[in-house]
């Protein structure tokens, strides 16, 4: 039988315990958290030291046969075959994550940096090349800014897997604070009266606001691969007071 | 971090609290456990079989305690038909040479005790549901805790006499689990039940006090209370093996859960005076408020599951409404693995490690092969079952007020 005061002096004991296994807990939920921030790392430094390799690939085959054509052609299609995973990676994070960090915000703006640096790339590759994917760059915010992105995104995933060898899709998350995407919000995102509709998608020089259903996407998409991009469908810069401000494909 | 992570981190502590707690407790006193005091003189003691429509099992109840371990002119059977419809009397009759047998209209189990406890003239009182029987060294387990003075009560240690269906493969597990818990509970002296099967009282407290309540939904534990109210103390035997006839189907087990679930509730309010009060010892300081916010827990989390569940199945139709088929997707990534998994796996662990202990407590075999099921559901199931006769009961005291 335990007395008044063991009773006491155990319920502290446990009580101190309980810090002890609930601080190990914070910890191991910390290494964890490390973890998945580091393979997603791993991964994001990998497609960067691949993406200057393309660059210098480009510089040696610019220079030793005059055109890069075919090394921006591998450059596309390899790109189409891999952001793919790490874009997956990053969405599986969003839905388990329980706690902000900086270091994923950190990653996934250096991820959208990279993604914008393949939708330039590709357009190049275009204009220069004729290389012809058709390319999505679609805007997206969590539930409380954009109710029907979630939808948008299954369906968008949907024909990502069913035109895999001709589709890029570039998914910009508008939270992030970034001048580049803030650049394209205000290009493509904001409506005749200046307000942001979500979920956006411009889809080679077509702009798509609000929610585009599965059958209209993929009437858009079949006409869109079949046809091609042609660049001549759209002037290539907004200009304001002469000063170029927005690449407009 | 939201209001609902904040919520479930709050809960999980106070899990890990409890846990570690009650394995202190058992650590501390682990030469206790098994260990029951020895009997120094056979004092005299009445069983009280209350029957109602107990005619499948009360003769298998009287015969097994006629059979008991100690001395025949030592205790005695009194055996209360309550006003069967069955052949219960005719199955006492039978047995009318060894025991005293009273024959009234149906009033209720503890009216019909308190019928029986005016007869009563030993210094000790055991009662045994008609639907139970003990082992045969039961009563010696039990009767070396009653030198102490101080202590009023014993309990036994209860499990269930077959687990052919799911919902006694979960009862199993359940009573085995039990037997665990009632022992560290006794220990640190906030025992709160005295179990219809197999419980001892003192004769005396129980006819100064009034005998067994019979307005409440749960007697015995109404009578757990009271003595904790008076500073009495309860121990209990794990030796003190009593099986028990469980509820078969999952609507009889409903029904007897939320039976005791508003009883619990019931004796809280009449002993409201215990709750965080010095007086009313560690039941009222720490159990009563720790019980509190544990049924406040499991109720969330069943109602949390529910509404997860309802917006993964809501999911579902939305993808299935977009795409027209469902995307399987089987992949499985580093990324997936959350914070709140490392505590599911040492929840899991703590579980395992807990029943493995009140296996070893019950003195059960481990026997994983044959009892798979039982351990499986009282993983998977029985946290959901439990919560579900919570919220049950409460909905139930909300729309009537139903007696036994």
């Known amino acids: 039988m335990v007395d008044k005061n063991l009773a006491l002096g155990t319920v502290v004991i446990a009580a101190a315990l309980t810090v002890v296994i609930m601080s190990g807990m914070f910890y191991f939920g910390g290494v964890l958290q490390d973890a998945k921030v580091e393979d997603m790392s791993s991964d994001l430094q990998r497609l960067e030291i691949d993406r200057r390799s393309q660059e210098i690939s480009r510089a040696i085959a610019s220079d030793m046969l005059g055109n890069d054509c075919r090394v921006l052609d591998a450059s596309i299609s390899w790109a189409v075959k891999n952001l793919g995973e790490l874009e997956r990676k990053i969405e599986d994070h969003e839905d388990t994550e329980r706690f902000e960090g900086d270091g994923f915000r950190m990653l996934k703006r250096e991820y959208t940096n990279l993604l914008l640096d393949y939708w330039l790339l590709m357009r190049e590759a275009e204009k220069e090349c004729g290389v012809n994917k058709t390319r999505i760059v679609y805007f997206y915010a969590y539930d409380d800014v954009c109710p029907m992105c979630d939808d948008q995104g299954t369906i968008l995933t949907h024909y990502r897997q069913k035109y895999v060898d001709d589709i890029l899709v570039f998914p910009l998350d508008v939270t992030l604070d970034m001048d580049p995407v803030d650049l394209l919000i205000d290009a493509y995102v904001l409506d005749d009266e200046g307000e942001a509709v979500y979920p956006t998608m411009k889809i080679n020089g077509e702009v798509y606001r609000g929610f585009v259903g599965m059958e209209e996407l993929g009437e858009i998409l079949e006409e869109e691969i079949e046809n091609g991009y042609n660049e001549t469908e759209e002037s290539e810069y907004n200009e304001t007071d002469g000063q170029e401000i927005i690449p407009l494909s | ?404």
């Open chain 2, 1 to 404: 971090m939201g209001f609902t992570t904040n919520l479930y981190l709050t809960f999980f502590a106070v899990m890990i609290f409890s846990t570690v707690l009650w394995l202190m407790v058992y650590y501390m006193n682990l030469d206790k456990i098994s260990k029951d005091p020895e009997v120094k003189d056979y004092k005299d003691v009445t069983f009280l079989v209350p029957a109602y429509n107990e005619e499948g099992i009360v003769g298998k109840t009287i015969e097994r305690l006629l059979e008991l371990d100690y001395p025949e002119n030592s205790f005695s059977i009194i055996a209360i038909n309550d006003g069967s419809e069955d052949g219960t009397l005719d199955e006492l009759k039978k047995f009318e040479d060894d025991i005293q047998i009273i024959d009234k209209e149906n009033t209720g189990k503890a009216d019909s005790m308190n019928v029986a406890l005016e007869s009563v003239d030993t210094e000790f009182v055991a009662s045994m549901d008609a639907d139970s029987y003990p082992t045969k060294h039961y009563l010696k387990s039990v009767m070396g805790y009653l030198d102490d003075e101080e202590v009023y009560g014993v309990t036994p240690a209860l499990k269930v006499c077959r687990d052919d269906t799911l919902a006694e493969k979960i009862q199993w597990a359940e009573y085995i689990y039990q037997i665990f818990l009632r022992k560290v509970f006794a220990l640190f002296n906030v025992q709160y039940v005295m179990p219809g099967p197999g419980s001892v009282y003192k004769t005396k407290f129980l006819k100064e006090t009034g005998g067994w309540d019979d307005s409440t939904l749960t007697e015995d534990m109404e009578m757990g209370f009271r003595m904790m109210s008076k500073k009495h103390k309860i121990e209990n035997s794990t030796n003190a093996e009593v099986m028990t006839d469980p509820p078969s189907n999952f609507r009889d087990l409903f029904n007897q859960r939320t039976r005791w679930y508003r009883g619990y509730v019931q004796n809280c309010v009449k002993y409201k005076s215990m709750i965080g009060r010095p007086s009313g010892g560690t039941l009222g300081v720490f159990l009563m408020p720790l019980n509190a916010v544990w049924i406040a827990m499991l109720m969330f989390f069943l109602l949390h599951t529910a509404y997860n569940l309802a917006g993964i199945a809501q999911g579902w139709v939305n993808t299935y409404l977009l795409l027209g088929y469902f995307p399987l997707d089987l992949s499985f990534s580093l990324q997936q693995i959350e914070f709140f998994h490392i505590f599911l796996v040492f929840f899991f662990s703590m579980g395992v490690g807990t029943v493995f202990l009140s296996l070893y407590t019950a003195s059960e075999p481990v026997n994983i092969t044959e009892k798979k099921i039982n351990y499986l559901s009282f993983f998977i199931i029985y946290p959901y079952l439990f919560a579900m006769f919570w919220v049950a009961a409460f909905l139930d005291m909300v729309r009537s007020d139903r007696k036994w």
